[in-house]
């Protein structure tokens, strides 16, 4: 059962950590377009350097990785797989495309799942379910339209982010069953092992530039993606149901609009906003929807 905040101040903190996570895993865009590294070699560094806090984060919890099954080892090695593989796609995306759609067809995952749970139930949408599934079409063809308006390289960058967030969804549903016999801060940290091989080998195959000159941008997104808004949506997930989760995650490519305006020039059109809430809705009917797996990545 959900911890709830009880007390006033207890569910101000919470909603404050809930809206800080959020922004705080909206500025990772804009920090992979500042890193004088190749995109994948950014993903690579956001979680290398992040690592070994995740594991003193595990540590100072008790949550430990010695007597876990070899099932679930495997499992969580393969989830972090999908994870590099995810967050690859993702900046190799947000290299291309408006950081607004960037972050929003990134968090898609939480709409795969609800259609995925379709799948496997063996039965059709009912009620809302069908709502968000039409506002996440129509939504989706809109900004991909515009995308391709704009030029063919956005309109690519939006298909990378949308790859992502069909890996980010294996992901998760590759770690639901370790989820159970695991914390949060273990997850995370075993499965970032698989991910960061996954994205070196990814980054040396395609030649990108590795070392960076200045450290400042991928340090502070791995403080910022990896530590800060993971450690603020850890405690937050506790506190409330997955309707306020989803509303709360529109911070994310408010946000991140804000910033493409601001620093980019990427300037939003009534069609634009259009298609922005209707995705928007998308994700949250999605996420009221859909079983809460794991906080991850850039969302929950």
């Known amino acids: 059962m959900e911890e709830k905040a009880e007390t006033p101040a207890a569910r101000l903190l919470g909603i404050a950590a809930l809206l800080g996570g959020n922004i705080a895993l909206a500025l990772g865009p804009w920090l992979v377009r500042l890193a004088d590294t190749g995109p994948v070699s950014a993903g690579f560094w956001r979680l ?8 003193l984060l595990a540590a100072a919890n008790r949550e430990s990785l010695r007597g876990l099954p070899r099932k679930t080892v495997w499992l969580v090695l393969a989830g972090g797989v999908f994870f590099g593989l995810d967050i690859a796609s993702w900046h190799i995306g947000i290299e291309q495309t408006r950081l607004a759609n960037a972050t929003l067809f990134g968090n898609a995952g939480s709409i795969i799942l609800m259609v995925w749970a379709f799948i496997t139930l063996r039965r059709l949408p009912a009620g809302r379910e069908w709502q ?11 900004l991909l339209g515009r995308s391709l308006d704009l030029s063919i390289v956005n ?3 939006d298909l990378f982010c949308l790859l992502a967030g069909l890996l980010y969804a294996g992901y998760l549903l590759l770690l639901q069953d370790a989820r159970r016999s695991m914390g949060s801060w273990s997850l995370l940290a075993l499965s970032s092992c698989a991910s960061t091989v996954v994205l070196f080998l ?18 502070l997104l791995a403080l910022s993606s990896q530590i800060v808004g993971q450690g603020l949506l850890v405690y937050a997930l506790r506190l409330f149901p997955p309707l306020v989760i989803g509303i ?3 911070t994310q490519p408010a946000v ?3 910033v493409g305006w601001w620093r980019f020039d990427e300037m939003l059109v009534p069609l634009d906003m259009l298609g922005i809430v209707l995705v928007g809705s998308a994700l949250v009917l999605a996420r009221a929807k859909a079983p809460r797996l794991v906080s991850a990545g850039r969302s929950a």
């Open 132 to 142: 968000a599934i039409v506002a996440a079409l129509a939504g989706s063809a809109i």
């Open 256 to 258: 991140a609009a804000l």
């Open 248 to 250: 709360a995650l529109l």
């Open 202 to 219: 990814y980054a040396m195959a395609m030649g990108e530039t590795f070392w960076p000159t200045d450290w400042t941008p991928v340090l």
């Open 155 to 157: 309109f690519r960058g």
């Open 48 to 55: 290398a350097l992040a690592l070994p806090v995740l594991f």
